[in-house]
């Protein structure tokens, strides 16, 4: 019984159409630094629109205020347009790549 269950079941290829065009819809929504707002500021941002745990949104923080930015987010580009919005809002720098 098991293994007609098992045999039935079709894995994809990782090249399979279906699976090279989900990776493509996956964005990042990208902060850069900007060197205007408080840490203390932007990781409260991350908290309440990004869904990040103190630490996740303190490490983002840091690492764009280091490297100039840092992807915070990735998704589809409807998860990540309503972010977006309410990051600029707060008038931090995002953009969707």
């Known amino acids: 019984m098991f293994s007609s269950i098992i045999m039935s079941v079709k894995e994809k290829p990782l090249n399979s159409p279906e699976t090279v065009s989900k990776e493509q819809d996956i964005h990042k929504l990208v902060l850069y630094n900007d060197e205007v707002n408080s840490f203390d500021y932007v990781i409260e941002s991350l908290i309440e629109v990004c869904g990040h745990d103190f630490a996740q ?12 930015k840092c992807a915070v987010k990735n998704g589809t ?15 931090l720098t995002v953009e969707i790549n």
Not at 57 to 68: K, R, W
């Open 57 to 68: 949104a303190e490490n983002c923080t840091m690492i764009a205020h280091y490297n100039g």
């Open 77 to 91: 580009v409807d998860q990540l347009k309503p972010m977006k919005r309410e990051l600029d809002f707060r008038d």
